[in-house]
């Protein structure tokens, strides 16, 4: 991120021995920010220009998931826009969309690649790409339905788009790990391993029913850093937490260290009330030196912010993993 950008960043609270914190505005974006919303929530965040874009989740009032494009200069102050993004035809002219959810967004050499849950037919990943958040083309959904949390990699790997996911089902999905696949050209994916698995109920019960990749992984001197989600089914439902991975720089099909505690898992209000109570959903991440700034959806209804320092965060996934 360049000099000029200032992250939006609060240090940790005094008397806090918490790895990660949340930001005291929280949440950032509530759920009635555009005239049409119901709620705003699993939205990801960019830097861009002088400031930050994002792509947010917008469900209407109707209860319609759609995704919009939104602008900031501080990655707090936003303006979204009250239309969808409406795509135009990418590498492809079938470009189907009952629904849209959940998006990441990641810069790749020359365009910014969105990815998100599509409608069609069932869940499944649809990738689109633009080059100044104005115009937006769609491409080929990446894979069969049915499937979710499709985060991309940031650059080629081993020449390769990769692209991480979790194949679901058609409905609330009591399963879920986490697969990497890879693509010469954005259209056609294969090469499918899995990077990892849900952990057994007794070694780290938060997730153990489902898990999924939440922000796009960023470099670090010990390999890809990933915030994901983890999941745990409780009497009252599912309960979504916040955990993180290392993955191999050059074959990040390979899983170095995971924390098996969690770094966030719901415990503040918002986190515990709203459409969907006990969310902690992460699907974006920005960096500035040795500061991370994450952006999660809280309770399916708003977005909220939590600060770390990256450092301090790596050698936590590494301490706790097993
Ligand atoms: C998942 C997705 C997410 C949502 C989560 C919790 O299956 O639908 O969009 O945040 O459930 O409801």
């Known amino acids: 991120m360049s000099n000029k950008i200032i992250m939006p960043w609060e240090e940790r609270p005094q008397g806090s021995t918490d790895v990660m914190w949340r930001y005291t505005g929280n949440p950032v974006i509530g759920r009635y920010h555009i005239p049409s919303s119901n709620s705003i929530f699993n939205s990801a965040v960019v830097p861009f220009k002088n400031g930050f874009a994002g792509v947010f989740r917008c469900d209407d009032k109707a209860v319609r998931m759609n995704i919009f494009a939104g602008f900031s200069p501080d990655g707090i102050n936003w303006k979204i826009d009250h239309e969808p993004i409406r795509f135009k035809p990418g590498n492809t002219a079938m470009i189907d969309s009952e629904y849209k959810y959940d998006p990441r967004v990641t810069w790749i050499e020359d365009r910014w690649w969105i990815t998100w849950c599509n409608g069609y037919h069932g869940p499944t990943i649809g990738i689109g790409y633009t080059f100044g958040f104005e115009e937006f083309f769609q491409c080929e959904n990446a894979f069969l339905p049915f499937n979710r949390n499709g985060v991309l990699f940031p650059q080629k790997i081993n020449g390769k788009y990769a692209m991480l996911s979790r194949p679901s089902d058609n409905g609330h999905t009591p399963f879920g790990d986490i697969y990497i696949s890879y693509s010469p050209d954005m ?4 090469e499918h391993r899995c990077v990892m698995k849900t952990t057994p109920f007794a070694q780290s019960a938060w997730q153990c029913t489902k898990i999924g990749a939440g922000s796009v992984p960023f470099l670090t001197k010990d390999g890809w850093l990933m915030f994901y989600h983890g999941v745990i089914t409780t009497c009252n ?27 966030l898992a719901p415990a503040a209000p918002y986190e515990l009330q709203g459409d969907v109570p ?13 500061r991370v700034a994450v952006y999660y959806g809280a309770a399916d209804t708003a977005v909220a912010l939590a600060f770390g320092y990256i450092p301090e965060i790596l050698e936590f996934i590494k301490r706790t993993s097993n």
Request: proline share 5%; with cysteine; glycine share 10%.
């Open 187 to 190: 259209v056609y994916w294969g």
């Open 278 to 290: 006990n969310v902690v959903f992460p699907c974006s991440a920005l960096q500035d030196g040795n």
């Open 237 to 263: 439902g599912f309960r979504y937490s916040m955990g993180a991975a290392i993955l191999d720089r050059n074959n990040p099909a390979k899983v170095l260290y995971r924390t098996n505690e969690y770094l």
